[in-house]
């Protein structure tokens, strides 16, 4: 069976998307810091038959991320990693006047750095694989200026090119930035407690994850909206 690792996986895009693999016969590797959230969305999943694998912890730990793809390892492999977890650097968002430079370098530890780390500790595994993947879970705030978001916007921004420079550097993988547009989610819900405007589920967006994965397109950044309206 292949196996994903997914950070940020006990709630939101990151339990929708491994659901989904989930009913297609992965094995999993579930990633979150709340642990008794985490402990339920595991025994969900592992309804569908699946082995799962969940490891609570802070993705910015070495020892966690090498605990996640031993785990990975145990299961017989890797074949994509999902870079989920996510930090928005101020909870609410604020101008950039105001955002806390700790805030900030939480955001780019969490989002970008913790993201390459888990890269480096699973490319072995990787490129083992006969269908190695990493999906980085992008943003539009790390394309365009909105006001607020200059920070996490700039965390997502530094993922982008990450995934990019990855992707040219390891043509035997797919690596892949996606920007899953607007879904009603506890972060964006901490982002802007106020805006209380209607949003997509994220289950809405899950199969546009599916289709990169059944037709494996170049290494690249994607948009979910557009690889479901080409459907």
Excluded at 112 to 141: C, K, M, N, T
Excluded at 150 to 165: E, T
Aim: net charge negative; proline share 5%; no cysteine.
């Amino acid at each position: 069976m292949p196996v994903a690792i997914i950070t940020g996986a006990s709630k939101g895009l990151g339990r929708a998307l491994g659901a989904a693999l989930a009913r297609r016969g992965w094995d999993l590797v579930l990633d979150a810091r709340t642990a008794p959230v985490l402990a339920q969305t595991a025994e969900l999943l592992a309804g569908h038959g699946t082995r799962v694998e969940a490891l609570s912890g802070d993705v910015t730990d070495a020892a966690h991320r090498a605990d996640l793809v031993a785990a990975a390892r145990k299961l017989g492999g890797l074949d994509l990693l999902v870079h989920n977890a996510s930090a928005l650097g101020a909870e609410p968002l604020v101008r950039l006047e105001a955002l806390a430079l700790d805030g900030l370098r939480r955001a780019l530890e969490v989002n970008a750095v913790a993201a390459l780390g888990l890269v480096q500790e699973a490319l072995p595994l990787l490129r083992a694989s006969a269908a190695g993947a990493v999906i980085a879970v992008s943003s539009d705030a790390a394309a365009e200026a909105y006001e607020t978001w200059g920070g996490y916007g700039a965390s997502k921004a530094a993922l982008d090119h990450l995934a990019a420079v990855l992707g040219a550097e390891e043509p035997g993988l797919r690596v892949w930035a996606v920007d899953p547009g607007d879904m009603a989610t506890d972060l964006y819900a901490a982002a802007v407690p106020d805006d209380v405007g209607a949003r997509p589920a994220p289950e809405s967006v899950v199969p546009a994850f599916l289709r990169l994965l059944d037709e494996r397109p170049a290494s690249g950044r994607y948009g979910a909206p557009s690889l479901l309206e080409a459907r």
